[in-house]
């Protein structure tokens, strides 16, 4: 684990020493380092599905994070969240990626460890619901998330529900990948 300061708070970003494997397989698959619309559109899925105002599909290498799907609700409450590209020690992305398990977060606040992250200060994010893009080949891709600047009881069924969304999204990459081999 490494220390980092932001914020005047301290905070614990796991090292990630999959990083490199996950960028080449990224760029195999061809994510992870431009705006996607359909990752956008899936994003936007995401929200709907889970009633969130802010949803992402986010890959992370060993600098930073990138959404390269991302949706905000017109009628969101004003944040400085979401950002298509963040430091790799904001946010609970790279948690969820090296944990290779989702994680709930139902009020940031209540988690010493997630507290001082910087998005809820510079963002106002108070609750999280992530899970892993894990591909065929065992490697976590990114993320698929919930973001919401309240906070909320997502509940049992809110990790089931992102858990799903994660094996939709993945099926959906193998599919282009299987199309790709084919074609």
């Known amino acids: 684990m490494t220390y980092y300061e932001s914020t005047?708070?301290?905070?614990?970003t796991p090292v990630d020493r999959e990083a490199p494997a996950r960028v080449l397989r990224l760029r195999e698959l061809g994510l992870g380092d431009r705006v996607d619309a359909d990752l956008d559109a899936f994003a936007r899925r995401v929200a709907r599905t889970l009633g969130a105002p802010y949803a992402g599909v986010n890959f992370i290498d060993e600098e930073r994070q990138f959404f390269a799907g991302l949706h905000h609700a017109p009628d969101a409450p004003p944040s400085g969240y979401p950002a298509r590209v963040l430091a790799r020690d904001h946010g609970y992305c790279p948690?969820?990626?090296?944990?290779?398990?989702?994680?709930?977060l139902e009020d940031v606040r209540d988690f010493a460890r997630f507290a001082g992250n910087a998005v809820?200060?510079?963002?106002?994010?108070?609750?999280?619901?992530g899970a892993p893009l894990v591909d065929r080949q065992g490697v976590v891709l990114g993320t698929v998330c919930a973001v919401d600047v309240t906070p909320r009881r997502w509940g049992t069924e809110g990790l089931g529900t992102i858990?799903?969304?994660?094996?939709?999204?993945?099926?959906?990459?193998?599919?282009r990948e299987d199309a790709l081999r084919a074609g």
Do not use: P
Not at 120 to 125: A, R
Not at 163 to 175: P, Q, T, W
């Open 163 to 175: 858990k799903s969304l994660a094996a939709d999204l993945v099926a959906d990459f193998h599919a």
């Open 120 to 129: 809820v200060d510079e963002s106002g994010v108070r609750s999280y619901l």
């Open 8 to 12: 005047g708070h301290l905070l614990l």
């Open 95 to 104: 948690h969820v990626v090296v944990r290779r398990r989702a994680l709930v």
